[in-house]
């Protein structure tokens, strides 16, 4: 069994509901139409009914399972106003401000149904740009209690790979940080960690990247990584967290060994933290392109409640990974 087929299994066992507010796109009905064949998730769809219907049916989508929620029409949109106002109220936020975003832009409306409890989840950002999708969350939902920061993980799954956890990675920071500073890099390394082992279901081996390992090169980059693993170790001395390591010396073994000898981690790495989203987001792509590999995400960690972003390049397959991560995502708030 494939790696997504566990994780859909996992969302079948506690099915959970999620938004999907890009109704517009193709790719998100054709996405819908596949998660409720599967029963992975119960699904709300944002926007006009008469109009999702008839897009559904021209792509030939059977979406009949499927929750429509139309902004203009709903009873709960006044409620979501009320809130929205609320909690944007010290930014300056009026009820007719809050009304028009909440009519008219279907990712704050995803968002507040999350909010209020509505929902369990949200993915999106096949159609909208990470800032977009994050900007809702990051106003509405805020951060997890304890967490520092929120940052983005791919969920990487490498065919016939010995390295890792037999091919499955956590590359992270690969979608939302430019260029942490060492207490930042720190907090993705214990977030990447924690993630790994919810979705993943083993032991996070943490490894800290650089174009360095262990001191065999001089440079402000490199340093930020060293000091970046002390703190790291001190917040999470529980994990198995080492660095600064090359990439080879991070996953090959014998390379690991003869690179950084005494090293828990070496040649042992499973979550592999990149020291900025230069490295992470060109690191995810060459394994996706050149490895064949299973790339989902951008995954978000560290929000309050799980809310996803696409890809814009992303399939409608794509699509139901995400919702089946989502969904155990949710789980685990439970």
Same mark, same amino acid.
């Given at each position: 069994?494939?790696?997504?087929?566990?994780?859909?299994?996992?969302?079948?066992?506690?099915?959970?509901?999620?938004?999907?507010?890009?109704?517009?796109?193709?790719?998100?009905?054709?996405?819908?139409?596949?998660?409720?064949?599967?029963?992975?998730?119960?699904?709300?769809?944002?926007?006009?009914?008469?109009?999702?219907?008839?897009?559904?049916?021209?792509?030939?989508?059977?979406?009949?399972?499927?929750?429509?929620?139309?902004?203009?029409?709903?009873?709960?949109?006044?409620?979501?106003?009320?809130?929205?106002?609320?909690?944007?109220?010290?930014?300056?936020?009026?009820?007719?401000?809050?009304?028009?975003?909440?009519?008219?832009?279907?990712?704050?409306?995803?968002?507040?149904?999350?909010?209020?409890?509505?929902?369990?989840?949200?993915?999106?950002?096949?159609?909208?740009?990470?800032?977009?999708?994050?900007?809702?969350?990051?106003?509405?939902?805020?951060?997890? =209690? %304890?967490?520092?920061?929120?940052?983005?993980?791919?969920?990487? *799954?490498? #065919? !016939?790979?010995?390295? $890792?956890?037999? @091919?499955?990675?956590?590359?992270?920071?690969?979608?939302?940080?430019?260029?942490?500073?060492?207490?930042?890099?720190?907090?993705?390394?214990?977030?990447?960690?924690?993630?790994?082992?919810?979705?993943?279901?083993?032991?996070?081996?943490?490894?800290?990247?650089?174009?360095?390992?262990?001191?065999?090169?001089?440079?402000?980059?490199?340093?930020?990584?060293?000091?970046?693993?002390?703190?790291?170790?001190?917040?999470?001395?529980?994990?198995?967290?080492?660095?600064?390591?090359?990439?080879?010396?991070?996953?090959?073994?014998?390379?690991?060994?003869?690179?950084? =000898? %005494?090293?828990?981690?070496?040649?042992?790495?499973?979550?592999? *933290?990149? #020291? !900025?989203?230069?490295? $992470?987001?060109? @690191?995810?792509?060459?394994?996706?392109?050149?490895?064949?590999?299973?790339?989902?995400?951008?995954?978000?960690?560290?929000?309050?409640?799980?809310?996803?972003?696409?890809?814009?390049?992303?399939?409608?397959?794509?699509?139901?990974?995400?919702?089946?991560?989502?969904?155990?995502?949710?789980?685990?708030?439970?």
């Amino acid at each position: 069994m494939g790696f997504i087929d566990v994780i859909k299994n996992r969302a079948k066992a506690n099915v959970k509901t999620i938004v999907l507010p890009e109704t517009e796109d193709m790719r998100t009905l054709e996405a819908a139409d596949k998660v409720l064949k599967e029963g992975i998730a119960k699904l709300i769809l944002i926007g006009n009914e008469e109009k999702v219907k008839k897009s559904a049916a021209e792509g030939g989508f059977d979406i009949s399972g499927a929750q429509i929620v139309d902004p203009e029409t709903s009873e709960k949109t006044q409620g979501y106003i009320d809130k929205l106002v609320e909690l944007r109220q010290k930014k300056g936020m009026t009820p007719e401000q809050a009304k028009e975003i909440l009519l008219n832009q279907y990712l704050y409306y995803g968002v507040m149904m999350v909010k209020m409890g509505d929902a369990d989840g949200m993915v999106s950002g096949a159609c909208h740009s990470t800032a977009d999708t994050l900007r809702p969350c990051l106003q509405i939902l805020k951060t997890k =209690p %304890g967490t520092k920061l929120v940052s983005a993980f791919f969920l990487i *799954i490498v #065919p !016939d790979c010995e390295y $890792g956890a037999k @091919g499955a990675f956590v590359f992270g920071d690969s979608g939302l940080n430019q260029n942490p500073n060492p207490e930042e890099l720190a907090a993705i390394a214990g977030s990447s960690a924690e993630s790994f082992k919810l979705l993943v279901q083993e032991e996070p081996i943490v490894a800290m990247l650089s174009h360095s390992t262990k001191g065999s090169a001089k440079h402000a980059d490199v340093d930020k990584v060293v000091e970046a693993t002390k703190i790291a170790k001190e917040q999470y001395p529980e994990l198995a967290l080492d660095g600064e390591f090359q990439l080879d010396a991070a996953i090959v073994p014998s390379v690991g060994a003869s690179k950084a =000898p %005494g090293s828990p981690v070496a040649g042992k790495a499973n979550v592999l *933290i990149f #020291p !900025d989203l230069d490295a $992470g987001n060109i @690191g995810y792509k060459l394994a996706q392109r050149l490895a064949k590999a299973e790339a989902y995400g951008p995954i978000t960690q560290g929000i309050a409640k799980p809310v996803n972003d696409l890809s814009r390049g992303c399939s409608a397959d794509d699509i139901v990974g995400v919702v089946a991560i989502t969904s155990v995502q949710c789980q685990a708030q439970d």
